[in-house]
Protein backbone atom coordinates (compact mmCIF):
# COMPACT_ATOMS: atom_id res chain seq x y z
CA UNK A 1 0.00 0.00 0.00
CA UNK A 2 0.79 3.59 -0.05
CA UNK A 3 4.28 4.56 1.47
CA UNK A 4 3.40 6.81 3.91
CA UNK A 5 1.20 4.32 5.76
CA UNK A 6 4.30 2.89 7.57
CA UNK A 7 5.11 4.86 10.64
CA UNK A 8 8.60 4.71 10.16
CA UNK A 9 10.11 2.53 13.92
CA UNK A 10 11.09 5.26 16.38
CA UNK A 11 14.56 6.53 14.72
CA UNK A 12 17.52 3.90 15.04
CA UNK A 13 20.44 5.43 17.10
CA UNK A 14 22.46 7.13 14.59
CA UNK A 15 25.78 6.03 15.02
CA UNK A 16 28.95 4.99 16.68
CA UNK A 17 28.41 3.93 20.42
CA UNK A 18 24.31 4.25 20.66
CA UNK A 19 24.66 2.39 24.17
CA UNK A 20 27.03 4.46 25.40
CA UNK A 21 25.39 8.12 24.64
CA UNK A 22 21.93 7.09 25.28
CA UNK A 23 23.35 5.78 28.61
CA UNK A 24 25.53 9.56 29.32
CA UNK A 25 22.40 11.61 28.00
CA UNK A 26 20.03 9.51 31.20
CA UNK A 27 22.80 10.07 33.56
CA UNK A 28 23.13 14.31 32.50
CA UNK A 29 19.06 13.77 33.18
CA UNK A 30 19.18 12.29 36.63
CA UNK A 31 22.13 14.49 37.54
CA UNK A 32 19.69 17.46 36.05
CA UNK A 33 16.70 15.99 37.97
CA UNK A 34 18.68 15.57 40.92
CA UNK A 35 20.06 19.18 41.44
CA UNK A 36 16.51 20.27 40.74
CA UNK A 37 14.89 18.26 43.84
CA UNK A 38 18.25 18.96 45.91
CA UNK A 39 17.90 22.99 45.44
CA UNK A 40 14.56 22.94 45.78
CA UNK A 41 14.69 21.24 49.39
CA UNK A 42 17.78 23.11 50.75
CA UNK A 43 15.47 26.30 49.65
CA UNK A 44 12.61 25.06 51.49
CA UNK A 45 14.97 24.03 54.76
CA UNK A 46 16.58 27.13 54.54
CA UNK A 47 13.38 29.38 54.78
CA UNK A 48 12.32 27.28 58.02
CA UNK A 49 15.55 27.36 59.34
CA UNK A 50 15.97 31.22 59.00
CA UNK A 51 12.36 31.56 60.34
CA UNK A 52 12.51 29.53 63.46
CA UNK A 53 16.33 31.25 63.96
CA UNK A 54 14.40 34.81 63.68
CA UNK A 55 11.26 33.61 65.86
CA UNK A 56 13.86 32.14 68.39
CA UNK A 57 16.59 35.20 68.08
CA UNK A 58 12.56 37.29 68.72
CA UNK A 59 14.07 39.68 65.75
CA UNK A 60 10.45 38.96 64.72
CA UNK A 61 8.17 38.33 67.43
CA UNK A 62 7.30 34.47 67.91
CA UNK A 63 3.72 35.41 69.64
CA UNK A 64 2.24 37.22 66.43
CA UNK A 65 4.25 35.08 63.44
CA UNK A 66 4.94 31.66 65.66
CA UNK A 67 8.14 29.20 64.57
CA UNK A 68 8.33 26.00 62.75
CA UNK A 69 8.57 23.84 65.56
CA UNK A 70 5.90 25.04 67.48
CA UNK A 71 3.36 24.48 64.25
CA UNK A 72 5.23 21.18 64.17
CA UNK A 73 4.33 20.33 67.59
CA UNK A 74 0.69 21.54 66.86
CA UNK A 75 0.00 19.38 64.31
CA UNK A 76 1.63 16.34 66.45
CA UNK A 77 -0.65 17.08 69.33
CA UNK A 78 -4.07 17.66 66.97
CA UNK A 79 -3.03 14.22 65.57
CA UNK A 80 -2.41 12.33 68.55
CA UNK A 81 -4.96 13.85 71.04
CA UNK A 82 -7.37 15.51 68.87
CA UNK A 83 -8.39 18.97 68.75
CA UNK A 84 -10.48 21.11 71.05
CA UNK A 85 -13.69 20.47 68.54
CA UNK A 86 -12.83 16.64 68.03
CA UNK A 87 -10.16 14.37 66.54
CA UNK A 88 -8.03 15.36 63.71
CA UNK A 89 -9.17 13.38 61.02
CA UNK A 90 -12.90 14.07 61.65
CA UNK A 91 -12.44 18.08 60.57
CA UNK A 92 -10.17 16.88 57.70
CA UNK A 93 -13.27 14.65 56.70
CA UNK A 94 -15.66 17.37 57.19
CA UNK A 95 -13.95 20.35 55.06
CA UNK A 96 -13.60 17.55 52.38
CA UNK A 97 -17.20 16.60 52.29
CA UNK A 98 -18.34 19.93 51.98
CA UNK A 99 -16.09 21.00 49.43
CA UNK A 100 -16.11 17.71 47.57
CA UNK A 101 -19.93 18.05 47.79
CA UNK A 102 -20.06 21.25 46.89
CA UNK A 103 -17.87 20.88 44.16
CA UNK A 104 -19.54 18.15 42.63
CA UNK A 105 -22.60 20.00 42.32
CA UNK A 106 -21.13 23.05 41.02
CA UNK A 107 -19.89 21.01 38.78
CA UNK A 108 -22.59 19.51 37.27
CA UNK A 109 -24.92 22.78 37.26
CA UNK A 110 -21.74 24.55 35.86
CA UNK A 111 -21.20 21.72 32.91
CA UNK A 112 -25.22 21.44 32.14
CA UNK A 113 -26.05 24.78 32.01
CA UNK A 114 -23.10 26.07 30.40
CA UNK A 115 -23.44 23.14 27.27
CA UNK A 116 -27.23 24.03 27.44
CA UNK A 117 -26.81 27.83 26.65
CA UNK A 118 -23.71 26.91 24.51
CA UNK A 119 -26.03 25.03 22.44
CA UNK A 120 -29.03 26.69 22.52
CA UNK A 121 -29.48 30.43 21.19
CA UNK A 122 -32.79 31.08 23.25
CA UNK A 123 -31.59 30.21 26.32
CA UNK A 124 -28.25 32.11 26.20
CA UNK A 125 -29.91 35.32 25.15
CA UNK A 126 -32.47 35.05 27.89
CA UNK A 127 -30.27 34.33 30.52
CA UNK A 128 -26.89 35.78 29.72
CA UNK A 129 -27.48 39.21 31.73
CA UNK A 130 -28.63 37.57 34.73
CA UNK A 131 -25.57 35.22 34.76
CA UNK A 132 -23.48 38.08 34.39
CA UNK A 133 -24.84 40.40 36.99
CA UNK A 134 -24.50 36.98 39.48
CA UNK A 135 -21.12 36.77 38.55
CA UNK A 136 -19.96 40.29 38.88
CA UNK A 137 -21.08 39.53 43.05
CA UNK A 138 -18.26 39.08 44.96
CA UNK A 139 -19.86 35.53 46.19
CA UNK A 140 -18.06 34.75 49.01
CA UNK A 141 -20.36 37.66 50.58
CA UNK A 142 -22.81 35.15 50.10
CA UNK A 143 -21.60 33.01 52.89
CA UNK A 144 -23.16 34.84 55.74
CA UNK A 145 -26.74 34.69 54.10
CA UNK A 146 -26.23 30.81 53.47
CA UNK A 147 -25.30 30.53 57.41
CA UNK A 148 -28.55 32.20 57.93
CA UNK A 149 -30.33 30.41 55.46
CA UNK A 150 -29.01 26.77 55.86
CA UNK A 151 -28.08 26.95 59.84
CA UNK A 152 -24.53 25.61 60.97
CA UNK A 153 -24.17 22.36 59.69
CA UNK A 154 -22.69 21.13 56.36
CA UNK A 155 -25.37 22.77 54.16
CA UNK A 156 -24.32 26.36 54.21
CA UNK A 157 -20.46 25.58 53.44
CA UNK A 158 -21.75 23.07 50.64
CA UNK A 159 -23.83 26.23 49.45
CA UNK A 160 -20.93 28.70 48.99
CA UNK A 161 -18.72 26.12 47.87
CA UNK A 162 -21.62 25.91 45.03
CA UNK A 163 -21.92 29.02 43.93
CA UNK A 164 -18.27 29.83 43.79
CA UNK A 165 -17.54 26.38 41.89
CA UNK A 166 -20.53 27.01 39.41
CA UNK A 167 -19.53 30.22 37.62
CA UNK A 168 -15.96 28.95 36.63
CA UNK A 169 -17.04 25.54 35.29
CA UNK A 170 -20.21 27.60 33.37
CA UNK A 171 -18.15 30.22 31.45
CA UNK A 172 -16.00 27.46 30.72
CA UNK A 173 -18.46 24.63 29.27
CA UNK A 174 -20.16 27.32 27.72
CA UNK A 175 -17.07 28.64 25.69
CA UNK A 176 -16.10 25.49 24.67
CA UNK A 177 -19.71 24.41 23.58
CA UNK A 178 -19.42 27.36 21.63
CA UNK A 179 -15.93 27.10 20.05
CA UNK A 180 -16.04 23.40 18.65
CA UNK A 181 -15.02 23.37 15.16
CA UNK A 182 -17.63 23.68 13.10
CA UNK A 183 -16.55 22.18 10.68
CA UNK A 184 -16.70 18.59 12.70
CA UNK A 185 -20.38 19.69 13.17
CA UNK A 186 -21.16 19.95 10.14
CA UNK A 187 -19.11 17.21 9.33
CA UNK A 188 -21.39 15.35 11.64
CA UNK A 189 -24.58 16.44 10.54
CA UNK A 190 -23.76 15.34 7.31
CA UNK A 191 -22.93 11.52 8.56
CA UNK A 192 -26.12 11.52 10.05
CA UNK A 193 -26.05 13.01 13.48
CA UNK A 194 -29.20 14.59 14.96
CA UNK A 195 -29.03 17.49 17.26
CA UNK A 196 -28.94 15.58 20.18
CA UNK A 197 -26.03 13.29 19.29
CA UNK A 198 -24.07 16.44 17.99
CA UNK A 199 -24.60 17.83 21.43
CA UNK A 200 -23.68 14.16 23.05
CA UNK A 201 -21.42 12.76 20.83
CA UNK A 202 -19.43 15.70 19.37
CA UNK A 203 -20.17 19.13 21.36
CA UNK A 204 -19.21 17.08 24.94
CA UNK A 205 -16.20 15.45 24.19
CA UNK A 206 -14.88 18.56 22.42
CA UNK A 207 -15.68 20.62 25.26
CA UNK A 208 -13.86 18.63 27.83
CA UNK A 209 -10.78 19.89 27.45
CA UNK A 210 -11.99 23.67 28.39
CA UNK A 211 -14.06 21.53 31.30
CA UNK A 212 -10.98 20.32 32.51
CA UNK A 213 -8.96 23.30 33.25
CA UNK A 214 -11.48 24.72 35.48
CA UNK A 215 -12.14 21.70 36.81
CA UNK A 216 -8.50 22.37 38.66
CA UNK A 217 -9.50 25.90 39.27
CA UNK A 218 -12.91 25.06 40.86
CA UNK A 219 -11.71 22.27 43.33
CA UNK A 220 -9.60 24.78 44.89
CA UNK A 221 -12.84 27.92 45.33
CA UNK A 222 -14.61 24.75 46.58
CA UNK A 223 -11.75 24.20 49.09
CA UNK A 224 -12.32 28.41 49.95
CA UNK A 225 -16.01 27.85 49.91
CA UNK A 226 -16.21 25.82 52.73
CA UNK A 227 -13.18 27.03 54.76
CA UNK A 228 -14.49 30.55 54.54
CA UNK A 229 -18.28 28.88 55.68
CA UNK A 230 -16.36 27.06 58.21
CA UNK A 231 -14.51 30.18 59.55
CA UNK A 232 -17.63 32.27 59.65
CA UNK A 233 -19.56 29.92 62.14
CA UNK A 234 -19.55 26.05 62.07
CA UNK A 235 -19.45 23.24 64.22
CA UNK A 236 -16.85 21.02 62.94
CA UNK A 237 -13.95 21.91 60.32
CA UNK A 238 -10.97 23.19 59.59
CA UNK A 239 -11.71 26.26 59.27
CA UNK A 240 -13.38 26.22 62.42
CA UNK A 241 -9.67 24.76 63.24
CA UNK A 242 -8.56 27.94 62.05
CA UNK A 243 -10.98 30.51 64.02
CA UNK A 244 -11.20 28.94 66.92
CA UNK A 245 -7.20 29.46 66.82
CA UNK A 246 -7.30 32.73 66.44
CA UNK A 247 -9.75 33.22 68.92
CA UNK A 248 -7.50 31.89 71.57
CA UNK A 249 -4.46 33.62 70.13
CA UNK A 250 -3.07 30.53 69.24
CA UNK A 251 -1.06 31.41 66.01
CA UNK A 252 0.77 28.07 65.43
CA UNK A 253 -2.43 26.66 65.30
CA UNK A 254 -3.72 28.82 62.36
CA UNK A 255 -0.42 27.62 60.14
CA UNK A 256 -1.22 24.45 61.50
CA UNK A 257 -4.47 24.32 59.81
CA UNK A 258 -3.61 25.96 56.62
CA UNK A 259 -0.38 23.45 56.26
CA UNK A 260 -3.32 19.93 56.60
CA UNK A 261 -5.36 22.54 54.34
CA UNK A 262 -2.43 22.83 51.64
CA UNK A 263 -1.67 19.24 51.74
CA UNK A 264 -5.26 18.20 51.59
CA UNK A 265 -5.71 20.38 48.48
CA UNK A 266 -2.49 18.91 46.88
CA UNK A 267 -4.03 15.16 47.02
CA UNK A 268 -6.96 16.38 45.53
CA UNK A 269 -5.15 18.20 42.74
CA UNK A 270 -3.28 15.27 42.20
CA UNK A 271 -5.93 12.61 41.76
CA UNK A 272 -7.34 15.35 38.97
CA UNK A 273 -4.18 15.25 37.07
CA UNK A 274 -4.45 11.37 37.21
CA UNK A 275 -8.09 10.95 36.02
CA UNK A 276 -7.63 13.80 33.78
CA UNK A 277 -4.65 11.75 32.03
CA UNK A 278 -6.94 8.34 31.72
CA UNK A 279 -9.49 10.85 30.09
CA UNK A 280 -7.35 12.52 27.52
CA UNK A 281 -5.39 9.62 25.80
CA UNK A 282 -6.51 10.73 22.54
CA UNK A 283 -4.54 13.86 22.54
CA UNK A 284 -1.05 14.17 21.92
CA UNK A 285 1.14 14.27 24.20
CA UNK A 286 3.23 17.72 25.77
CA UNK A 287 6.65 15.89 25.38
CA UNK A 288 6.50 15.97 21.68
CA UNK A 289 8.26 12.19 21.51
CA UNK A 290 9.76 11.51 18.24
CA UNK A 291 6.90 12.64 16.77
CA UNK B 1 -41.57 9.12 -9.57
CA UNK B 2 -39.21 11.13 -11.73
CA UNK B 3 -35.84 10.18 -9.29
CA UNK B 4 -35.03 7.86 -11.55
CA UNK B 5 -34.92 9.70 -14.72
CA UNK B 6 -33.98 12.70 -12.87
CA UNK B 7 -30.38 14.31 -12.59
CA UNK B 8 -28.49 13.82 -9.77
CA UNK B 9 -28.16 17.67 -8.50
CA UNK B 10 -29.64 20.28 -10.30
CA UNK B 11 -28.98 24.43 -9.76
CA UNK B 12 -31.51 26.09 -11.55
CA UNK B 13 -30.95 29.57 -10.75
CA UNK B 14 -29.55 29.62 -7.69
CA UNK B 15 -28.02 31.92 -5.87
CA UNK B 16 -26.69 32.70 -2.21
CA UNK B 17 -26.50 36.16 -0.38
CA UNK B 18 -23.89 36.29 3.29
CA UNK B 19 -24.66 38.91 5.42
CA UNK B 20 -20.66 40.54 6.59
CA UNK B 21 -20.45 40.86 10.43
CA UNK B 22 -19.93 44.72 9.46
CA UNK B 23 -23.49 44.52 8.27
CA UNK B 24 -22.91 44.39 4.31
CA UNK B 25 -24.03 41.97 2.05
CA UNK B 26 -21.60 39.45 0.50
CA UNK B 27 -23.08 37.57 -2.54
CA UNK B 28 -20.93 34.36 -2.85
CA UNK B 29 -22.85 32.49 -5.65
CA UNK B 30 -25.23 34.01 -8.25
CA UNK B 31 -27.90 32.73 -10.95
CA UNK B 32 -26.01 29.29 -10.87
CA UNK B 33 -27.32 26.41 -13.14
CA UNK B 34 -25.10 23.39 -13.03
CA UNK B 35 -26.64 19.68 -13.97
CA UNK B 36 -24.79 16.68 -12.73
CA UNK B 37 -25.75 13.45 -14.06
CA UNK B 38 -26.38 10.07 -12.34
CA UNK B 39 -22.28 8.71 -11.74
CA UNK B 40 -20.61 11.68 -13.32
CA UNK B 41 -17.97 12.99 -11.87
CA UNK B 42 -17.81 16.70 -12.45
CA UNK B 43 -14.74 18.70 -10.85
CA UNK B 44 -15.30 22.74 -10.27
CA UNK B 45 -12.63 24.76 -10.68
CA UNK B 46 -12.57 28.50 -10.12
CA UNK B 47 -10.08 31.27 -8.70
CA UNK B 48 -9.55 30.93 -5.02
CA UNK B 49 -12.37 32.05 -2.73
CA UNK B 50 -14.83 32.42 -5.61
CA UNK B 51 -17.85 30.80 -3.72
CA UNK B 52 -17.03 26.88 -5.12
CA UNK B 53 -17.21 26.06 -1.13
CA UNK B 54 -20.59 27.49 -0.87
CA UNK B 55 -22.22 25.91 -3.94
CA UNK B 56 -21.05 22.48 -2.32
CA UNK B 57 -22.91 23.56 0.81
CA UNK B 58 -25.82 24.49 -0.91
CA UNK B 59 -25.88 20.45 -2.02
CA UNK B 60 -25.66 19.44 0.96
CA UNK B 61 -28.68 21.15 2.69
CA UNK B 62 -26.02 22.81 5.22
CA UNK B 63 -27.17 26.06 3.69
CA UNK B 64 -30.29 27.06 1.88
CA UNK B 65 -30.03 29.62 -1.55
CA UNK B 66 -31.51 32.78 -0.97
CA UNK B 67 -32.94 32.28 -4.89
CA UNK B 68 -33.16 29.54 -7.12
CA UNK B 69 -33.98 25.91 -7.18
CA UNK B 70 -31.99 23.17 -6.11
CA UNK B 71 -32.57 19.78 -6.36
CA UNK B 72 -31.11 16.06 -5.28
CA UNK B 73 -32.27 13.27 -7.65
CA UNK B 74 -35.18 15.72 -8.80
CA UNK B 75 -36.38 16.71 -5.27
CA UNK B 76 -35.56 19.74 -4.21
CA UNK B 77 -32.95 20.11 -1.14
CA UNK B 78 -34.64 20.54 2.23
CA UNK B 79 -31.91 19.80 5.27
CA UNK B 80 -29.12 17.57 5.43
CA UNK B 81 -30.42 14.49 3.09
CA UNK B 82 -28.96 10.98 3.92
CA UNK B 83 -27.90 10.20 0.48
CA UNK B 84 -25.16 12.68 0.29
CA UNK B 85 -21.45 12.63 1.90
CA UNK B 86 -19.16 15.79 2.24
CA UNK B 87 -15.42 15.55 2.39
CA UNK B 88 -13.52 18.43 3.70
CA UNK B 89 -10.64 20.64 3.21
CA UNK B 90 -9.49 20.46 6.66
CA UNK B 91 -9.70 17.56 8.87
CA UNK B 92 -12.88 16.51 10.19
CA UNK B 93 -12.18 13.55 11.82
CA UNK B 94 -13.25 13.06 15.73
CA UNK B 95 -10.16 13.36 17.73
CA UNK B 96 -10.82 11.79 20.47
CA UNK B 97 -12.39 8.91 18.38
CA UNK B 98 -10.03 5.89 17.27
CA UNK B 99 -9.86 5.55 13.87
CA UNK B 100 -12.17 2.50 13.89
CA UNK B 101 -14.69 4.63 15.39
CA UNK B 102 -14.17 7.62 13.54
CA UNK B 103 -15.29 5.52 10.30
CA UNK B 104 -17.71 3.77 12.58
CA UNK B 105 -19.71 7.33 13.86
CA UNK B 106 -21.64 7.48 10.18
CA UNK B 107 -23.21 4.45 10.31
CA UNK B 108 -24.42 4.64 13.90
CA UNK B 109 -25.26 8.35 13.79
CA UNK B 110 -27.70 6.61 11.43
CA UNK B 111 -28.82 3.86 13.55
CA UNK B 112 -26.91 0.97 12.43
CA UNK B 113 -26.37 -1.50 14.78
CA UNK B 114 -22.68 -1.83 16.68
CA UNK B 115 -21.53 -4.94 15.15
CA UNK B 116 -22.83 -4.35 11.58
CA UNK B 117 -21.05 -0.75 11.65
CA UNK B 118 -18.19 -1.96 13.15
CA UNK B 119 -17.82 -4.80 10.10
CA UNK B 120 -18.67 -2.13 7.52
CA UNK B 121 -16.04 0.28 9.41
CA UNK B 122 -13.48 -2.12 9.14
CA UNK B 123 -14.43 -2.95 5.36
CA UNK B 124 -13.27 0.71 4.33
CA UNK B 125 -10.90 0.84 6.37
CA UNK B 126 -9.35 -2.46 4.26
CA UNK B 127 -9.72 -0.56 1.23
CA UNK B 128 -8.28 3.02 2.07
CA UNK B 129 -5.40 0.69 3.67
CA UNK B 130 -5.67 1.12 7.40
CA UNK B 131 -6.89 -1.91 8.36
CA UNK B 132 -3.71 -2.27 10.81
CA UNK B 133 -4.50 1.79 12.38
CA UNK B 134 -7.72 0.69 13.71
CA UNK B 135 -6.78 1.33 17.23
CA UNK B 136 -4.78 4.80 16.71
CA UNK B 137 -6.11 8.30 17.35
CA UNK B 138 -5.82 10.96 14.72
CA UNK B 139 -3.02 12.80 16.26
CA UNK B 140 -0.75 9.42 15.38
CA UNK B 141 -1.62 9.18 11.51
CA UNK B 142 -0.08 11.57 8.87
CA UNK B 143 -2.02 14.04 6.94
CA UNK B 144 -2.94 11.43 3.80
CA UNK B 145 -3.75 9.00 6.77
CA UNK B 146 -6.37 10.88 8.14
CA UNK B 147 -7.58 11.95 4.73
CA UNK B 148 -7.78 8.61 4.48
CA UNK B 149 -9.68 7.81 7.30
CA UNK B 150 -12.15 11.17 6.13
CA UNK B 151 -12.51 9.02 2.87
CA UNK B 152 -13.60 6.00 4.78
CA UNK B 153 -15.79 7.41 7.09
CA UNK B 154 -17.45 9.13 4.11
CA UNK B 155 -17.65 6.30 1.81
CA UNK B 156 -19.09 3.82 4.80
CA UNK B 157 -22.52 5.72 4.52
CA UNK B 158 -22.58 4.51 1.13
CA UNK B 159 -23.40 8.25 -0.45
CA UNK B 160 -24.98 8.72 -3.72
CA UNK B 161 -23.59 12.13 -3.81
CA UNK B 162 -20.07 13.26 -2.95
CA UNK B 163 -19.50 16.80 -2.11
CA UNK B 164 -15.99 17.01 -1.99
CA UNK B 165 -14.53 20.82 -1.22
CA UNK B 166 -10.70 20.62 -1.68
CA UNK B 167 -10.08 17.51 -0.08
CA UNK B 168 -6.51 17.35 -0.85
CA UNK B 169 -5.29 21.00 -1.02
CA UNK B 170 -3.38 20.26 2.27
CA UNK B 171 -1.00 17.33 1.33
CA UNK B 172 2.10 17.01 -0.16
CA UNK B 173 2.41 16.69 -3.75
CA UNK B 174 3.22 13.11 -4.03
CA UNK B 175 0.53 12.01 -1.34
CA UNK B 176 -1.62 14.00 -3.18
CA UNK B 177 -1.64 11.88 -6.98
CA UNK B 178 -1.66 8.75 -4.51
CA UNK B 179 -5.16 10.01 -2.95
CA UNK B 180 -6.56 10.98 -6.37
CA UNK B 181 -6.03 7.56 -7.96
CA UNK B 182 -7.18 5.91 -4.51
CA UNK B 183 -10.08 8.26 -4.75
CA UNK B 184 -10.83 7.33 -8.54
CA UNK B 185 -10.57 3.53 -7.50
CA UNK B 186 -12.95 3.98 -4.38
CA UNK B 187 -15.85 5.76 -6.56
CA UNK B 188 -15.48 3.36 -9.19
CA UNK B 189 -16.75 0.63 -7.37
CA UNK B 190 -19.79 2.75 -6.14
CA UNK B 191 -21.58 4.73 -9.04
CA UNK B 192 -21.71 8.02 -6.90
CA UNK B 193 -22.12 11.04 -8.51
CA UNK B 194 -19.37 13.63 -7.31
CA UNK B 195 -18.95 17.50 -6.76
CA UNK B 196 -15.39 18.07 -6.79
CA UNK B 197 -14.49 21.34 -6.14
CA UNK B 198 -10.05 22.36 -6.36
CA UNK B 199 -8.40 24.92 -7.36
CA UNK B 200 -5.85 22.86 -9.18
CA UNK B 201 -6.63 22.53 -12.59
CA UNK B 202 -4.19 19.64 -13.31
CA UNK B 203 -6.14 17.62 -10.73
CA UNK B 204 -9.89 18.43 -12.11
CA UNK B 205 -8.79 17.38 -15.12
CA UNK B 206 -7.06 13.78 -14.43
CA UNK B 207 -10.04 12.91 -12.24
CA UNK B 208 -13.35 14.24 -13.76
CA UNK B 209 -15.97 13.63 -16.82
CA UNK B 210 -16.71 16.95 -17.07
CA UNK B 211 -15.08 20.39 -15.52
CA UNK B 212 -16.68 23.37 -14.78
CA UNK B 213 -15.02 26.40 -15.07
CA UNK B 214 -16.53 29.12 -12.30
CA UNK B 215 -16.45 33.08 -13.12
CA UNK B 216 -14.48 35.20 -10.49
CA UNK B 217 -16.90 35.72 -7.09
CA UNK B 218 -19.66 36.10 -7.14
CA UNK B 219 -19.58 32.36 -8.57
CA UNK B 220 -21.60 31.63 -11.54
CA UNK B 221 -20.47 28.91 -13.82
CA UNK B 222 -18.14 30.39 -16.92
CA UNK B 223 -18.34 27.31 -19.15
CA UNK B 224 -18.19 23.53 -18.96
CA UNK B 225 -15.68 21.46 -20.78
CA UNK B 226 -16.03 17.44 -21.36
CA UNK B 227 -13.23 15.53 -20.27
CA UNK B 228 -12.95 12.53 -23.36
CA UNK B 229 -9.81 11.17 -21.99
CA UNK B 230 -10.45 7.15 -21.59
CA UNK B 231 -10.84 5.51 -18.27
CA UNK B 232 -9.90 4.17 -16.03
CA UNK B 233 -6.98 6.60 -15.76
CA UNK B 234 -3.75 6.80 -13.63
CA UNK B 235 -3.13 10.73 -12.48
CA UNK B 236 0.71 10.42 -12.83
CA UNK B 237 0.69 9.39 -16.62
CA UNK B 238 -2.43 10.74 -17.57
CA UNK B 239 -0.84 14.20 -17.70
CA UNK B 240 2.07 13.73 -20.00
CA UNK B 241 -0.81 12.60 -22.46
CA UNK B 242 -0.84 14.95 -25.72
CA UNK B 243 -4.75 15.15 -25.27
CA UNK B 244 -4.58 16.11 -21.70
CA UNK B 245 -2.28 18.79 -22.47
CA UNK B 246 -4.38 20.30 -25.15
CA UNK B 247 -7.63 20.51 -22.87
CA UNK B 248 -5.35 21.91 -20.05
CA UNK B 249 -4.38 24.69 -22.73
CA UNK B 250 -8.28 25.07 -23.93
CA UNK B 251 -9.41 24.98 -20.10
CA UNK B 252 -7.01 27.63 -18.62
CA UNK B 253 -7.53 29.95 -21.58
CA UNK B 254 -10.90 30.24 -20.02
CA UNK B 255 -9.83 30.07 -15.92
CA UNK B 256 -6.95 31.96 -16.43
CA UNK B 257 -8.82 35.29 -17.39
CA UNK B 258 -10.72 34.65 -14.25
CA UNK B 259 -8.15 34.28 -11.91
CA UNK B 260 -6.31 37.24 -13.55
CA UNK B 261 -9.66 39.53 -12.50
CA UNK B 262 -9.35 37.94 -9.04
CA UNK B 263 -5.51 39.22 -8.69
CA UNK B 264 -6.24 42.51 -9.68
CA UNK B 265 -9.27 42.88 -7.13
CA UNK B 266 -6.79 41.05 -4.57
CA UNK B 267 -4.01 43.92 -5.55
CA UNK B 268 -7.52 46.81 -5.55
CA UNK B 269 -8.32 45.92 -2.78
CA UNK B 270 -4.63 45.93 -1.01
CA UNK B 271 -3.97 49.60 -2.12
Not at chain 2, 119 to 140: C, I, K, M, S, T
Not at chain 2, 243 to 261: A, D, M
Request: proline share 6%; glycine share 10%; with cysteine.
Amino acid sequence: MPPETATAPAAAPAAGTPGERSQARARAARNHAFLVHGTRVVLLVGLLALWEGLARAAVIDPFNFSMPSKIWDQITQWTVHGTPQGPLWEQVWYTLYEALLGWVIGVLGGVVLGIALGRIRFLADVLGPYIKVLNALPRIVLAPIFLIWFGLGPASKVASAVVLVFFPVFFNAFQGAREVDRNLVANSRILGASNRQVTLQVVIPAATSWIFTSLHVSFGFALIGAIVGEYIGATKGLGLLVSASQGTFNAAGVYAAMVILAVVALLAEGLLAFLEKRLFRWKPADTGDAR
Amino acid sequence: MNSHTSPAIELRGASKTFRTPSGGLHTAVRDLDLTVGRGEFVAVVGPTGCGKSTTLTLVSGLTEPTEGEVLVAGEPVRGIGDKVGFVFQQDAVFPWRTVLSNVMAGPRFRGVPKAEARERAREWLGRVGLAAFEDRYPHQLSGGQRKRVALAATFVNDPEILLMDEPFSALDVQTRALMSDELLDLWAGTGASVVFVTHDLEESIALADKVVVMTAGPATVKEVFAIDLPRPRRVESVRLEPRFIEIYREIWSSLGEEVRITRERGTADAA
